[in-house]
């Protein structure tokens, strides 16, 4: 059996190497920095577990992930993020049994509860996603754009006041790939091409004051 930790974030790898270590599984657990080596250490051993937060690797969209797993049948992805859509969660769920969701907000005993249950093959859905799926509500702060998850909507604001994607990368303690990722999705989903029009975006969106923008 091999876990595979596919998260930029070095402090979500170390916590979940910890949780895994204290559950005393048999299973080799290794990190994967990017969808290649995901790619590569799935081919090796196709029978493996996959804690994934897609939004930091690449994957476009739930189809994308889906197509990792049909090429990768035996394998099971725990989809571990900070937020999630409705539609993304709901589409992944009834699409794949072999897709179990998790927030990273979820308590340490719904983290245990979903690596025992996904290492069996069995499907995982946190209590949270559960409440939201069954309200058919999105799990966001402000409706204004239902596009963005809160992180995204954060740096998009961070954007039209004109930070740089280094400076976002320091005032929110994050590194330069992991705000660059998010940039890439956030023009991707509003669909515009330049900071000009990101920002035009986010003043219509209300997320900027035009008098704060024009300080």
């Keep these: 059996m091999q876990i595979l930790l596919a998260d930029r974030q070095d402090i979500t790898r170390a ?17 994967v920095v990017d969808k290649t080596a995901l790619l590569s250490a799935l081919k090796d051993c ?20 889906l197509i990792f797993c049909e090429r990768f049948p035996d394998a099971h992805f725990v989809i571990f993020s900070e937020e999630l859509s409705l539609d993304f969660v709901r589409y992944v769920v009834v699409s794949s049994r072999h897709i179990s969701v998790l927030l990273k907000e979820s308590p340490m005993s719904e983290i245990r509860n979903c690596l025992s249950e996904a290492l069996n093959r069995r499907q995982f859905v946190c ?24 992180t995204e909507r954060e740096v998009l604001r961070d954007i039209a ?9 320091d005032h929110r303690y994050s590194s330069f790939h992991t705000v660059n990722t998010h940039r890439k999705n956030i023009f991707r989903k509003i669909g515009v091409n330049n900071v000009h029009e990101a920002t035009r975006y986010a003043l219509r969106a209300g997320l900027v004051d035009a008098a704060e923008y024009l300080i």
């Excluded at 190497?17 to 299973?27: D, L, P, R, T």
């Excluded at 209590?127 to 809160?150: F, H, W």
Aim: proline content about 3%; charged content about 25%; glycine content about 6%.
């Design 161 to 169: 006041l004109g930070m740089t994607t280094k400076e976002i990368a």
């Design 15 to 31: 916590g979940l190497m910890h949780v895994i270590s204290e559950m005393k599984v048999e299973a080799v657990c290794r990190y």
């Design 127 to 150: 209590s949270q996603i559960q409440e939201m799926l069954s309200r058919g509500e999105e799990p966001v702060e402000n409706a204004i754009d239902k596009l963005l998850t809160k």
């Design 46 to 65: 196709p029978r493996s577990l996959v804690v994934l937060d897609y939004t930091l690797f690449d994957i476009q969209d739930a189809s994308g992930l």
